[in-house]
Structures are given as structure tokens and as C-alpha cells.
């Protein structure tokens, strides 16, 4: 089946733009996980969606940065007044429901570059 | 804070060889670990898992070694191949908590 899809694979703005990354899960998969990788470096925790429980935002670096999941499914991550230490790629990972052990799927992620 | 960290930033081996990947975790209340594999321009990929109860589990070329007591978390990749390079991550969790991530190593593999 389909894997994790985000889109645009890359994305260029400049300092002081909004941007918004998408995200859609695996189908039926109710955990939903944003993360940040800097070059070379590991994965930031951002955000995590658990079914209809309130979102762990605990990652988000500011206020500058949100993100929604609509109708349980589809996510947007949204960085408004973009920065350039926001350069990185952004990676969504969805996991199956109700299941706490169970292996986050990644998506290719978006290349985000601000100039 | 918790953190998941690995010993080697960087393991070079010859095809064929036996590769062993280590990691470090301080959460001695998580109970799920997995390893990822990120190959350049995608995301991680699954490898393989386990849980707390548990203290061995091998897949196909793949085996991970769990010692709760030492928290302490490794992945042995038999037979290493070219394809295996790549940098790979341990992660853990804890219940239906966010999946933390250590900084990874990077696998290389000569012919």
C-alpha cells in the first residue's frame, strides 16, 4: 500500500515568509509524528498526534511553528516568519492506532531552504 | 533530560564483515526500542524492533541485543554488504510517549 507522502519534497522561501509543509499518513494509522533534521545531524522531535487526544507539542522550537491534523488524517506543519536557522528537512511518521508499540513509518520528508 | 546517544559517530568495515552498531539510552523506563537506516535524500527506515521484555530479537542479516542493566541497546549487521551503508539510528520510547532519537552512526562498507 501507500507509504507516508509529504509534499513539496523541497521548498525555498525567503526570511520572513510563511510556509506550510503537508503531510499525509498511512491510511488507518492514528499516530502522527512531526520531526526536524538539521544536515547531518538527528532527528528533533517537533509535534506528535495521537488519535483524538490534545497533541504533544512539546518540540516546537516557537510560536513560530504549528501544526494541525484535519479530520484525523491529513497534517500541516505551518512556519510563519521563517528563519534561516530553519533550513532543514522536515519528516512526517505515521504509526498504526491504538497500538503504543508499534514502528513510526517516515515519509522522504521536505528539504526546506531559507534564504 | 532523557537522551539517547551512540558511542561511534562513524564505523568503517569491509564487505562481508560482521558490523556492529552500539547505543546508549538513560530512560530506564522505556520500553520499546527501534532501529532506523537513513539513506541520503529519504527517510529513516524501519529495521528492526524490540521490547523491554525481551533481550535478544533477529531478523533477516539483522539482530538487536537489548541489556536493560546497562542500558544499553546494539544492532549487528551480519555479512555487510555495500548497500547496508548508510547512518543509523536507535530510538526508544516510552509507552504511548514520543519516539526519541539518538544522533546516529554512519555505516561505511568498501568492497
Known amino acids: 500500500g501507500a507509504g507516508v507522502s509529504q509534499s513539496p519534497s523541497n521548498k525555498v522561501t525567503e526570511k520572513g515568509k510563511d510556509v506550510e509543509l503537508r503531510c499525509d499518513p498511512i491510511s488507518g494509522h492514528t499516530a502522527l509524528y512531526w520531526y526536524r533534521q538539521s544536515l547531518g545531524q538527528g532527528l528533533e522531535f517537533l509535534i506528535y498526534?495521537?488519535?483524538?487526544?490534545?497533541?504533544?507539542k512539546s518540540g516546537l522550537p516557537s510560536d513560530r511553528f504549528s501544526a494541525e491534523r484535519t479530520g484525523g488524517s491529513v497534517s500541516t506543519l505551518t512556519i510563519q516568519r521563517t528563519q534561516q536557522e530553519d533550513s532543514a528537512v522536515y519528516l512526517c511518521?505515521?504509526?498504526?492506532?491504538?497500538?503504543?508499540?508499534?514502528?513510526?513509518?517516515f515519509g522522504n520528508g521536505t528539504r526546506l531552504t531559507v534564504t | 533530560g532523557e537522551s539517547v546517544g551512540l558511542h561511534l559517530p562513524t564505523l568503517s568495515v569491509q564487505e562481508g564483515d560482521n558490523s556492529i552498531i552500539n547505543c546508549a539510552y538513560s530512560n530506564s523506563a522505556s520500553d520499546y526500542f527501534i532501529w532506523y537506516k537513513q539513506e541520503s535524500g529519504k527517510g529513516p527506515q524501519f529495521i528492526i524492533d524490540i521490547r523491554s521484555n525481551m533481550d535478544k530479537r533477529q531478523g533477516q542479516r539483522v539482530t538487536v541485543l537489548l541489556n536493560k542493566t546497562v542500558k544499553h541497546l546494539s544492532l549487528q549487521i551480519a555479512a555487510t554488504q555495500p548497500g547496508d551503508s548508510a547512518v543509523y539510528f536507535c530510538a526508544e520510547k516510552r509507552g504511548f510517549q514520543k519516539l526519541v532519537f539518538g544522533t546516529g552512526t554512519r555505516l561505511l562498507v568498501s568492497p
Open positions: 511518521a505515521s504509526s498504526s492506532a491504538g497500538v503504543n508499540n508499534s514502528p513510526l513509518h
Open positions: 498526534f495521537q488519535g483524538n487526544s490534545a497533541p504533544d
